[in-house]
C-alpha cells in the first residue's frame, strides 16, 4: 500500500492504559489521486498548525488555517 498514490497509512502510539502502550493503526484508500492530493495538503496544513501551536512563542497570525474540506461522499 505504500507506493500507491490514493493510500495513506499512520501508527501512533496509544498512552491511555500507562501500563502498556499499544500501537493504534489507521490506513485509508481515497477514490482518486486528486482527491488524495487535497487529503494531503489538509493534513499537512493540520500538522503544521498543530506543531507551531505547541510552541511557547506561538502566534494566532503564525498559524496556517488548513481549509475546511467537504464530505464527497
Do not use: Y
Not at 18 to 28: D, M, T, Y
Not at 36 to 63: I, M, P, S
Amino acid at each position: 500500500m505504500n507506493n500507491n498514490e490514493k493510500t495513506f497509512c499512520w501508527s501512533a502510539a496509544d498512552c491511555a492504559d500507562q501500563s502498556e502502550p499499544a500501537v493504534e493503526k489507521l490506513a485509508i484508500r481515497l477514490q482518486s489521486v486528486e482527491i488524495a492530493a487535497e487529503f494531503k495538503k489538509c493534513f499537512d496544513a493540520a500538522r503544521e498548525f498543530n506543531a507551531k501551536g505547541k510552541t511557547e512563542d506561538c502566534k494566532e497570525e503564525d498559524l496556517v488555517w488548513a481549509p475546511v474540506v467537504e464530505d464527497v461522499v
